[in-house]
């Protein structure tokens, strides 16, 4: 029920758009998530936006470089990611589920995409 885009290749220091759409979804009662997972590591979470009170969580190694949005009309949700390292390399999942407090566990969630590739190199 999700669906992502906007992965690419990209050169150490630049900028990506991934976009999110859920349109089964009930969009403005669900929490967000975006998690990725490099090859060998375990998923991991990067940042995540509550419907409850439209708070925004981040993990400590994307902040001040990765924004997360949510259009609840378009039922759509962003992740604007700015000067890209080698080690943000990953394939970048959605996820979603009716919950009203932060989880960093990919447990925490019920509906995910199927994920698209990131890849920072030079």
């Known amino acids: 029920q999700l669906v992502e885009s906007g992965g690419g290749l990209v050169q150490p220091g630049g900028s990506l758009t991934l976009s999110c759409g859920a349109p089964?979804?009930?969009?403005?009662?669900?929490?967000l998530a975006w998690f990725r997972q490099a090859p060998g590591r375990e998923r991991e979470f990067v940042a995540s936006?509550?419907?409850?009170?439209?708070?925004?969580y981040y993990a400590d190694a994307v902040k001040g470089r990765f924004t997360i949005s949510r259009d609840n009309a378009k039922k759509t949700v962003n992740l604007q990611m700015n000067n890209l390292k080698p080690e943000d390399t990953a394939t970048y999942y959605c996820?979603?589920?009716?919950?009203?407090?932060?989880?960093?566990?990919?447990?925490?969630?019920?509906?995910w995409g199927h994920g698209t590739q990131v890849t920072v190199s030079s």
């Open positions: 936006t509550l419907w409850i009170d439209d708070k925004i």
């Open positions: 089964g979804l009930t969009f403005r009662s669900y929490t």
């Open positions: 996820a979603a589920d009716y919950i009203a407090t932060v989880s960093r566990l990919p447990s925490g969630y019920k509906y």
